[in-house]
């Protein structure tokens, strides 16, 4: 309990840096956003007015106060560009991202674990150089770039799935499955990579501990050894490992999203930059980044429960 | 394992310098997949640095006869859209790439490693509460839109991008020398350099920052590779390189369009961004493997 507090308390200072420097986006971006509102055709007296009315003459501490204030309370602002709420926004972009977020991250996990127990227990043989060489391969390809080749194998010559047109689950579930294994297979290929070197170095580093021989000289089959007590303890920095993942994943996520057309919060980061439109970035990052704590803080609490030893440690 | 990273940086110290290198050398030889990676690295640098003689044509030529030509009709690898050589730009792209890896690195490592051997030989306060906590909270912001958000605040382009790239590997660099600094400060060398009366910035530059080296090569090494992929990522979300310059990711953002029917377009400039970050991650694992044997296999 002591320890959940503790890496509570620890997360307030990150989230607190992370409000500001995501506040501050609007401060430092080049361009005045009253113009942005107003077009440059605006007269300055317009302007003043329109700067009155976002609070943008109050001195800074008042503006973020007033900001962080609004967000606490789910209001993260209004597009510049016509006026709607920066949260619907993104409540109607969220969805998409998370489904593509956890199909990447379950299609990740299930090739890291496989791969990765397959080269350590194989290790030496073909399989290992295969699955070693398929990691080599995954960490060094650009998703993208993948996600193209995927378009032009699957969608351009075999017409086996679509290259884009996305469709929400509860409206076409049939549509909405098709639409996301392509870019839910080119990321989830790239992402796996680094997790299975990661796993594979961790079993074999525990294949190679004194508990394992012992359980190998009581006659247990490899298949036990392997599953039931290396693969236990090769799990712990891998659950971590793969929980730190899903930060890089949700920034991975954002050109996945444009190579296939998907309507996700990426995208609107991607579109909203493109108009210039700071405060939907603004949201849509700070949005983002939050998660990424929130995950962070719960990979450390599931590392405690997996292994009591790190909370005791760390009280 | 800060004891074993401490008996390391003991017996390294015990070695000659240049005997230090020699055996790094040895080991690193014997690693055939490093090998194959320092190859892939060197070719793409001649690559860069020998372009306009590689190059068939200008990149930027464009020739509306010769437009959306696949592979062997229109030259080694096809023509694009515009019917611009996609081989000459894939060979000049190899310089915007490597230029990009470069600077971004060469921002991270200036800014990151002094911060981090500051912060980790003096500790206290500003360490521990005002820059290792900046340092988790940029790092809270996933790398790609952290690039990107910075990008675009700068107001894009190439230039632009590599710096914010650049600024966005910081973190990973001053986490590294502050943790070898915190490693070493304590060590007997060090102690012993403080009693024959070296100032804190001699044992720094000179006794801490060399045995930082190690860990930072190889960081270094795979961030290349690394930021090759974020250059690409960048441009190809039209926040780097202009559409008309020959960079790899450009040249995907252009593909984009055309992938029913030139299947060229995107497949050569991809192909080259993979080898060119195979290469730095073989280098930087060969590295690693050299430096700590027993990470080897």
Redesign the interface.
Same mark, same amino acid.
Do not use: D, H, K
């Given at each position: 309990m002591a320890f959940l507090i503790r890496r509570l308390l620890l997360t307030l200072?990150?989230l607190f840096? &992370?409000s500001v &420097?995501c506040w501050s !986006?609007i401060n +430092?971006?080049?361009g005045d956003p009253a113009t942005v509102i107003l077009g440059p055709e605006a007269s300055e007296q317009a302007k003043e007015q329109m700067r009155e009315q976002l609070g943008l003459n109050k001195p800074l501490v008042v503006q973020y106060v007033d900001w962080l204030d609004g967000v606490l309370h789910g209001n993260l602002g209004k597009s510049l560009v016509d006026g709607t709420p920066v949260s619907q926004l993104i409540l109607q972009r969220l969805p998409v991202t998370l489904e593509l977020a956890l199909g990447t991250f379950l299609v990740s996990l299930t090739i890291a674990v496989v791969a990765g127990i397959l080269s350590a227990s194989n290790?030496g043989t073909w399989i290992d150089y295969l699955s070693t060489g398929f990691a +080599? *391969?995954g960490?060094?390809?650009?998703h993208?770039? +993948?996600g !193209? !080749?995927f378009?032009?194998i699957f969608a @351009?010559n075999l017409g086996w799935l679509p290259?884009s047109g996305f469709e929400p689950f509860f409206q076409n579930p049939v549509a909405n499955i098709t639409a996301m294994i392509l870019p839910v297979l080119a990321t989830g290929l790239r992402e796996s990579a680094e997790l299975m070197r990661m796993l594979r170095?961790s079993l +074999?580093e525990e294949l190679g501990s004194d508990y394992v021989r012992t359980a190998f000289s009581k006659g247990l089959s490899k298949r036990v050894v392997v599953i039931k007590h290396a693969v236990r303890n090769a799990l712990i920095p891998f659950v971590t490992a793969s929980g730190l993942q899903i930060?890089? =994943? =949700? *920034? *991975?996520l954002? @050109?996945t999203e444009?190579?296939f057309q998907l309507p996700g919060v990426?995208r609107l980061?991607?579109e909203s930059?493109?108009q210039r439109d700071f405060t939907v970035?603004q949201g849509a @990052?700070l949005t983002?980044?939050v998660i @990424? &704590?929130i995950i962070?803080v719960l990979v450390d609490v599931l590392y405690a429960v997996i292994d009591p030893r790190i909370a005791l440690s760390k009280e | 394992m800060s004891e074993t990273v401490a008996g390391e940086a003991r017996t390294q110290t015990i070695e000659p310098r240049e005997r230090r290198w020699a055996t790094l050398w040895r080991r690193f030889k014997r690693n055939k997949l490093a090998v194959v990676g320092l190859v892939i690295v060197v070719i793409m640098v001649l690559t860069a640095v020998f372009a306009p003689l590689i190059a068939p044509s200008d990149p930027q030529a464009q020739d509306y006869a010769l437009t959306l030509r696949p592979p062997g009709e229109g030259g080694l690898m096809g023509t694009d859209a515009l019917g611009s050589d996609v081989f000459s730009r894939v060979v000049y792209g190899a310089r915007i790439s490597l230029e990009a890896s470069l600077i971004s690195v060469g921002i991270a490592m200036g800014v990151g490693v002094p911060l981090g051997l500051v912060s980790g030989y003096f500790r206290g306060f500003w360490d521990e509460w005002v820059l290792m906590r900046i340092v988790d909270s940029i790092q809270a912001f996933p790398f790609l839109i952290l690039a990107l958000v910075i990008a675009a605040i700068l107001g894009g382009g190439l230039g632009f991008a590599m710096i914010a790239i650049g600024i966005a590997f910081i973190p990973n660099f001053v986490r590294i020398t502050r943790a070898q600094a915190l490693t070493v400060r304590g060590l007997d060398y060090v102690e012993a350099a403080r009693a024959v009366g070296a100032g804190n910035v001699r044992i720094m530059t000179h006794h801490v920052l060399p045995n930082s080296l190690p860990p930072l090569l190889v960081q270094t090494t795979l961030a290349m590779g690394y930021a090759i992929i974020a250059e690409a990522t960048l441009s190809y979300l039209g926040l780097g390189a202009e559409p008309g310059e020959p960079s790899w990711g450009s040249m995907l953002f252009q593909a984009q369009s055309y992938l029913t029917s030139a299947w060229w377009m995107a497949f050569s400039p991809g192909m080259a961004i993979f080898f060119a970050v195979l290469g730095f991650n073989l280098l930087g694992d060969g590295v690693r493997e050299a430096l700590d044997p027993r990470t080897y296999d």
């Open positions: 200072p990150i840096i &992370v &420097v !986006m +430092l971006i080049p290790r +080599l *391969g960490i060094s390809i650009p993208f770039w +993948l !193209m !080749m378009i032009i @351009v290259a170095s +074999l930060a890089g =994943l =949700l *920034g *991975g954002v @050109v444009q190579v990426g980061i991607v930059i493109e970035v @990052v983002v980044t @990424v &704590v962070n | -």
